[in-house]
Each structure stands twice: as structure tokens, then as C-alpha cells.
């Protein structure tokens, strides 16, 4: 159904309204080249130090502190078929792969079908995954070569895994699967894949999916997608965008809130973006949108050659000031540049951003880490990592904000000073440059004064554990 929402965010991008006059400017710088056509770009739970990138033909590679590790997290290229819009599109880790060490890889197979596969990570090295731990959980024929979706991730609100699907390709969705409820193909799935499964399956089928008892297949979360091309989950909210590519004139952005029950229904191939595609069966007469969920915002084909939109990221990380909650996406084939915010179910702050990302030529992919920083991938390689105006304070050269890495618990600061400990030589407490006992002696006066400046344990009281934490820090030596 069509609501406020949805006409301001239309007319916006269409550019029948002026843009909202908010913004707060980003700038961009590589962080790394030469990778063979990447798709994604994730991070495991937890792990500050590393990203994991797959690329198309079926590897996915680490990077550990900025440097590509020359040996691939996980190689199976014998099995994918990479030609076209197939590959290796898509990876999420477990919510609790700190325990269970594994991930989840949504890629085309030598068939041509979409299939849905769980790996392990090796027992003796944190930085390859076992291949013969190879689980399929899921596979779907994929009738044509192209719309194979692609995106798979854990929602934040539920831990359950989000799967999406093309409509199985060719043009106009010649067999209406979009439409249909007895096919995974034009749809988001949500599976259950760290309980039990469900009987005949490898996997659990939630039991608050919308489907349940419909005689639909009941791991269908939403339908009517064309070819979703990158979805994402709001880390703090909850809430899903799902950027789906048009046929020919419209390309559209969906929102569903974090507290949606799903059940939506995008519309494709009744509607393309905002406008009818079909009034054909089962789509309704006169091409009627009130059964569909609108998109909170599309854009047209126009003579500047926008054809293919690429979804998308929220930013939700802590480098760039005033920026929280903007959606970032893209036009493959312009290398447009757009940003929005939904507020109160209404998209705000539109802007254009395409000259804060003109280091970068056909972007296929957004990505993020674990503080929530946000990078752009090209389909030639490169790979973009979005940053303030004036860059990031960074004492260790590791890429990662100074504040950031103290907020996230990934740097100590016990003086409080802003500065990682990591930077600083804290046990040099008499100030020469070198550890001696006369740190010892200047680290007793304080504790035997009462002085907080020996609470080295960072607990607000002065006991045993600030002579530990002392001792640890001074057999550290200076950085």
C-alpha cells in the first residue's frame, strides 16, 4: 500500500522534489586492490583484526589488519559455476561462531542452481576453513543463468539466517515466480540454522514464519522481488533494505521495519518499482498497488544510463560523526552515489554522493566490519573503505579509529587519555624512555599515596590486581 512515506521518497529521487539539505560529507580511501571480481565483504563476530571477502569464482580471502593473507579462508572454485550473474555471491558467519566456528556460503553450483552450504573453520588455523566439513543445507533450480540474488546474512533481532533469491531469470519473470508461494525463487527466506531442524530438513523452519500451515512453502519471509542485489540489516534496529533491480524503467529500494512479522509482498512482477509491469493473472486489474508493499524509494531509467541498482549499507559506525542510520546505494552501471535515513517511516536527507566516491568505478558490493565501518567493492577489485572528511586519528596504523577501537572494548585506555595503551609505554611512569626499576619505585609512591594513577587494572580501587597489571604492562616493554 501506498503511504506518505513512499510518494516523498518517489517524487525525491525522481527529482521532483528538492533534496533535504542535511548532510554530512564522507571521503574514501583504498583499502585494497587486485582481488579477482569480489562480492562481499563481512566480518566474523567479534573479530576486530580481520574482514573476509569472497570472490566470484569461488574464494574467499582474509584480510588480517589491513594485509590480504596470501592463502585463501576457503577455495571452492571446482564447484561453482562463475559465468554471468552466477558465482560465489554471498557469506555470513554464525551469530556464535566464537563457538561453533561456522559460516554460511550462498553460491551457484556446476548445475546452475542456488545452493545454500555451512562450512567450519579449521581446528588448528583460525585463518582457513575446513572443506570437508561442506554441509549443503539448501539448493533451488535456477531455470536461466541470471537473477540468482545472492545475499545471505543473520538478522540482529533474531539470529535466524535471511536468504534471497532472484525470480530465476531470463526477462519479465516468464514464469511468474515472483508471485507464486511454492517456489524460493523471487523471495527472502528465513531459516533456522543453529537449533534443531525441522523433519526432512537440514535446517529449522521458525515457527512465527508467515507461511506456516498456508500450504505455501513456509521458509518464505517475503515475495514479488526481481533480483534482490544486496540486502542489509541495520546492525542496531533491525530493520531490512532490500535493493531489488529493475526490468526496464524503475529500480527500487524496500524497507521492512525490524518488528515486521513478513508476509510482504514487493509487487514484482505486478510492479516495477513504483509503477505496473503487468495487470496480467494474479496481478490485479487496472494494475491496482494496494495489495503490494510499495518501495520507500525508487528511481527511473534515464538518458544518463542509471539500469541496475547495487544495495546497499547502513552506516552504523562510529568514525564518521552525525552519520548513524544513512542508507548508502548505488547504480552499477553510473556509479551514482545516493544516501537516505529513514525517520518515522519516512526517508529524510536524501543526497547525491557520487563525486565523495569518485575513486571507484563500477561498484558491485557494499560491506562492513566490526566496529561497523562501511567499504565499497568493485567489480574490478578494488575495494574502498568510506571515511570523515580529514581521516581518522589512528596512533597504530591498522586502519581503525583510535575512539573507535576504544569504544568497541578492541583497545585498553586506562588513563582515559584517548590514546590506546597499545601506543603508549604506561609502565615508563618516570618518563625516560626506558623500563627500569625506577618505574617500580615511582608505581609504589603512587599506590602508597593513594594515587588513582596506579589503578592499572582500570577497577576505580587500588589492590594486588594494579600490581599485576603493571608488572604485564612493563614485561610488554614500549611499543
Not at 567493492?377 to 586519528?393: C, D, N
Request: net charge negative.
Amino acid at each position: 500500500m501506498r503511504t506518505k512515506a513512499t510518494v516523498t521518497a518517489i517524487t525525491t529521487i525522481l527529482g521532483l522534489a528538492s533534496a533535504a539539505s542535511a548532510q554530512v560529507d564522507v571521503a574514501t580511501e583504498v583499502f585494497l586492490t587486485g582481488l579477482n571480481q569480489p562480492t562481499a565483504l563481512v566480518h566474523a563476530p567479534g573479530d576486530f583484526g580481520r574482514v573476509f571477502i569472497t570472490e566470484k569464482r569461488g574464494v574467499i580471502r582474509v584480510v588480517r589488519d589491513g594485509e590480504l593473507l596470501p592463502t585463501p579462508f576457503l577455495n571452492i572454485d571446482p564447484l561453482i559455476s562463475s559465468f554471468g550473474e552466477r558465482g560465489l555471491l554471498g557469506i555470513a558467519f554464525s551469530p556464535e561462531y566464537d563457538s561453533d566456528g561456522w559460516f554460511f556460503v550462498h553460491y551457484t553450483n556446476n548445475g546452475g542452481d542456488t545452493v545454500i552450504a555451512r562450512y567450519s573453520v579449521s581446528d588448528t588455523n583460525p585463518d582457513i576453513a575446513d572443506p570437508s566439513s561442506a554441509q549443503i543445507l539448501l539448493t533451488e533450480d535456477q531455470p536461466f543463468t541470471n537473477h540468482n540474488g545472492g545475499w545471505i546474512d543473520f538478522s540482529p533481532n533474531d539470529n535466524y539466517l535471511y536468504i534471497s533469491l532472484g525470480d530465476g531469470g531470463s526477462g519479465g519473470d516468464p514464469r511468474g515466480f515472483g508471485q507464486r508461494q511454492d517456489t524460493f525463487l523471487g523471495k527472502v527466506l528465513r531459516i533456522d540454522v543453529l537449533g534443531p531442524s525441522s523433519p526432512g530438513l537440514e535446517y529449522g523452519i521458525p515457527d512465527d514464519n508467515p507461511f506456516i500451515g498456508t500450504g505455501a512453502r513456509e521458509e518464505i519471509w517475503a515475495y514479488g522481488l526481481r533480483n534482490a542485489w544486496r540486502n542489509d540489516f541495520d546492525p542496531v534496529t533491525g530493520d531490512l533494505y532490500i535493493a531489488d533491480v529493475g526490468q526496464d524503467a524503475r529500480e527500487e529500494v524496500n524497507f521492512q521495519p525490524g518488528d515486521s512479522f513478513g508476509g510482504e509482498n514487493y509487487g514484482w512482477k505486478c510492479r516495477e518499482g513504483d509503477i505496473c509491469f503487468s495487470s496480467l493473472t494474479p496481478c490485479p486489474d487496472a494494475c491496482d498497488p494496494s495489495p503490494f508493499v510499495e518501495p520507500i524509494l525508487a528511481y527511473r531509467h534515464t538518458a544518463a544510463g542509471e539500469c541496475s541498482i547495487t544495495g546497499g549499507q547502513v552506516y552504523r559506525g562510529c568514525s564518521i560523526d552525525g552519520l548513524g542510520g544513512t542508507y548508502f546505494y548505488t547504480d552499477l552501471c553510473t556509479n551514482q552515489v545516493w544516501s537516505f535515513r529513514v525517520v518515522d517511516g519516512e526517508v529524510t536527507e536524501f543526497t547525491e554522493r557520487t563525486s565523495q566516491f569518485s575513486g571507484i568505478s563500477t561498484i558491485i558490493s557494499f560491506g562492513r566490519d566490526a566496529y561497523n565501518e562501511m567499504y565499497v567493492l568493485s567489480q574490478g577489485g578494488t575495494i574502498l573503505k568510506v571515511m570523515p572528511v580529514g581521516g581518522i586519528v589512528d596512533c597504530d596504523g591498522d586502519g581503525a579509529s583510535d575512539a573507535c577501537e576504544i569504544a568497541a572494548g578492541a583497545e585498553s585506555d586506562i588513563n582515559g587519555d584517548g590514546i590506546p595503551d597499545s601506543c603508549q609505554c604506561l609502565a615508563d611512569l618516570d618518563g625516560d624512555g626506558d623500563l627500569s626499576l625506577f618505574d617500580f619505585l615511582a608505581f609504589q609512591n603512587l599506590f602508597d599515596s593513594g594515587d588513582l594513577a596506579a589503578d592499572f587494572d582500570g577497577d576505580g580501587e587500588l589492590t594486588l590486581f594494579d600490581f599485576l597489571a603493571f608488572q604485564n604492562l612493563f614485561d610488554a616493554g614500549c611499543p
